[in-house]
């Protein structure tokens, strides 16, 4: 992304050329991978044509200036209808963008349209999209369309949202870098809410350092990255502590600590609070929490017949949720939260994989009324992210390697802060190559229309 953005500012391409590359690498691809929703190609070239203007007399906008992105359907982009993935919601289009959209188009960004959501960022399939790098498997989710659209070269950076692992999961599947910020460090009004204590907006993008710049414009302040990790403290968890974990994303992220300890940093062994016991009283709490959004909505149960099947599922769950029984989760999540903080008081940062397993199949995950909403695919891929979310830690993912047979592994930083986890990150991606690799998603069929 920093490289398209210098391009255009040193006038070796234009804010034009770029966008006409992009939407080639739409039709290209996304028939394939289907990661987005909606592209209004006239007006998304309009607005290249008055970036590439400003850019010919030496004007910027600021440091995204031409360079496309995409956005998940469940944040307002005006001119898109906000759909979230569901047939619930009205098809009229925003009369305008929401403040996150606002900040991107306001440093220059082009907004080449809206991707995919797993249904009202209700799960980690993210159906119809595939991931760029198997389309036989899932992309994640529930940001899974904006992390398939940066894996597959569509568009060098996407906006997500991240309530309990939105951004981290799939990032972390399609082998690309995606930030969860603090609750407040970006706005997230426009958004179709989750759960709002738990809800967040934030970048996907290539690398840690894309991300930095990213956040620097969603937040509106500078986001100064540590030259070094030599002295910092390094926290890391004993394998018993995580649940069960594919040998392979243990291996990829010991190699991850190994070399921050290499250069410098000082691996911490913490004691925290097992992660299966979060899962229990986090499903109490968000999906008492979804249930009292839509039904504040209006949209349940007045338009049941228009949910999925599998969120409906997830809804009628919740209606089983007494008052004790939340009060109680809630009691059981701020005990935890007490044991994790107390835990990481005397480190830094935290690494850990970001999900226990890579990529499943999409028949691995495809829904069944059995699963009563309780979907496996959901905790499992959930695990490690969610209770972070809780704590309101800074977090992002990066990819740290690949599986056997090519799909990549994701750890997790998490910190107190956006510029101390994005630091670590992009110090370890200066002595790794695992985010440069790509995936050659297999191209759309000859005659396939596109914007």
């Known amino acids: 992304m920093r490289g398209t953005a210098a391009d255009v500012r040193s006038g070796r391409r234009s804010p034009l050329e770029v966008l006409e590359a992009s939407l080639d690498r739409v039709r290209a691809v996304d028939p394939v991978v289907r990661a987005f929703v909606s592209i209004d190609g006239d007006q998304v070239r309009a607005e290249a044509a008055a970036l590439t203007e400003e850019a010919a007399h030496g004007r910027f906008r600021g440091p995204l200036h031409g360079v496309p992105i995409a956005v998940k359907d469940l944040i307002d982009v005006r001119g898109h209808p906000t759909r979230g993935g569901s047939l619930v919601t009205e098809d009229a289009p925003a009369t305008r963008d929401a403040p996150a959209v606002h900040r991107l188009r306001a440093a220059g960004a082009l907004v080449l349209g809206k991707t995919t959501t797993h249904e009202f960022a209700h799960g980690v399939t993210t159906p119809p999209t595939r991931n760029p790098w198997d389309p036989t498997r899932i992309p994640g989710g529930s940001s899974g369309g904006s992390a398939a659209?940066?894996?597959s070269g569509q568009v060098p950076a996407a906006l997500g949202s991240d309530?309990?692992?939105s951004i981290r999961v799939p990032a972390?599947?399609?082998g690309v870098s995606g930030l969860r910020p603090r609750p407040a460090d970006v706005p997230t009004g426009g958004c179709l809410p989750?759960?709002?204590k738990l809800d967040t907006c934030g970048p996907i993008a290539g690398d840690a350092e894309d991300l930095a710049l990213l956040f620097a414009v969603l937040g509106q302040a500078p986001c100064p990255l540590i030259p070094s990790v030599a002295g910092l403290r390094l926290g890391t968890v004993p394998p018993a502590a995580l649940g069960d974990v594919d040998a392979e994303v243990l291996a990829a992220v010991e190699s991850a600590v190994g070399v921050l300890v290499a250069e410098g940093a000082v691996p911490v062994p913490v004691d925290v609070p097992p992660f299966p016991e979060w899962s229990a009283p986090r499903t109490v709490y968000v999906l008492s929490d979804f249930l009292a959004v839509h039904r504040g909505a209006g949209w349940y149960p007045a338009r049941r017949e228009h949910y999925?099947?599998?969120?409906?599922?997830y809804l009628t769950l919740a209606e089983r949720i007494t008052r004790h029984e939340r009060e109680a989760a809630v009691r059981?999540?701020?005990?935890?939260?007490?044991?994790?903080?107390?835990?990481?008081e005397d480190v830094d940062a935290l690494v850990l994989p970001t999900t226990a397993v890579a990529a499943p199949t999409i028949e691995e995950c495809a829904f069944r009324p059995g699963d009563a909403g309780r979907s496996p695919v959901v905790g499992t891929l959930m695990?490690?992210?969610g209770p972070f979310s809780w704590c309101g830690f800074a977090v992002v993912s990066v990819p740290c390697g690949a599986t056997a047979d090519g799909r990549p592994i994701g750890v997790q930083v998490v910190g107190r802060d956006v510029p101390t986890v994005l630091g670590v990150a992009a110090r370890y991606q200066a002595r790794t190559d695992h985010h440069l690799r790509t995936p050659s998603p297999a191209p759309a069929p000859a005659g396939a229309g596109g914007p």
């Not at 999925?308 to 599922?313: I, L, N, P, Q, T």
């Not at 005990?335 to 990481?344: D, K, Q, Y």
């Open 172 to 174: 972390a599947l399609c």
């Open 194 to 196: 989750f759960s709002p």
């Open 332 to 344: 059981e999540l701020e005990r935890l939260e007490g044991l994790l903080r107390a835990a990481l």
């Open 383 to 385: 695990r490690l992210c």
């Open 149 to 151: 659209a940066v894996a």
């Open 308 to 313: 999925g099947e599998e969120v409906a599922s």
């Open 163 to 165: 309530t309990g692992g």
